[in-house]
């Protein structure tokens, strides 16, 4: 089992590990992947055109931006984990979003992405061995480890079924 990050090195990584319950990253990862994709298969094409206010995304946009952090995410856990000595940079959410014109895409174009996302992230992970899991880099001007980044893309993805959960089903 790997060991969970003992010291997040920056309140935005907090945020999100901390929402991550104890276990095994790589089960929570998985059985997250599958609870995710079952929970989303039911929403219509329309429902998901749909923005739960004027200025906010639309759950096609909160997918594709889900999707399009977890490959930063797991780009910057492959780096720091091969030792990258270089910064990382930041990802500007907003103009991620509004440069993929997800809305274009078909709802089950974005699941799939999702889906594919998840088993790459997957896949890394089990490259990782216990030296590197604990390796730090930087990003976004702060210290940050491969394991805290692993948990981190479990707890953006916890944030983003709330609000799913709360504003959009």
């Not at 609870?35 to 909160?62: D, F, H, M, Q």
């Not at 274009?104 to 790459?120: I, P």
């Not at 976004?140 to 079924?161: K, Q, R, W």
């Amino acid at each position: 089992m790997r060991p969970r990050p003992v010291c997040i090195e920056n309140p935005e990584h907090d945020r999100y590990v901390s929402l991550v319950p104890d276990g095994d990253i790589e089960e929570i990862l998985s059985k997250q992947r599958t609870k995710t994709i079952t929970l989303l298969s039911g929403v219509s094409e329309e429902s998901a055109r749909t923005a739960y206010a004027p200025g906010k995304w639309t759950l096609k946009e909160v997918i594709g931006h889900m999707t399009d952090s977890e490959r930063v995410m797991s780009y910057r856990m492959l780096a720091i984990a091969r030792n990258e000595s270089e910064p990382l940079p930041a990802m500007e959410q907003d103009q991620y979003v509004s440069a993929a014109n997800f809305n274009k895409l078909s709802w089950e174009q974005l699941l799939a992405g999702l889906d594919t996302v998840r088993s790459n992230t997957l896949s890394l992970i089990s490259t990782i061995d216990d030296a590197a899991w604990g390796r730090n880099g930087t990003v976004m001007n702060s210290p940050v480890s491969v394991s805290t980044i692993a948990y981190g893309i479990a707890g953006h993805e916890l944030h983003h079924l709330k609000v799913i959960r709360d504003k959009y089903l």
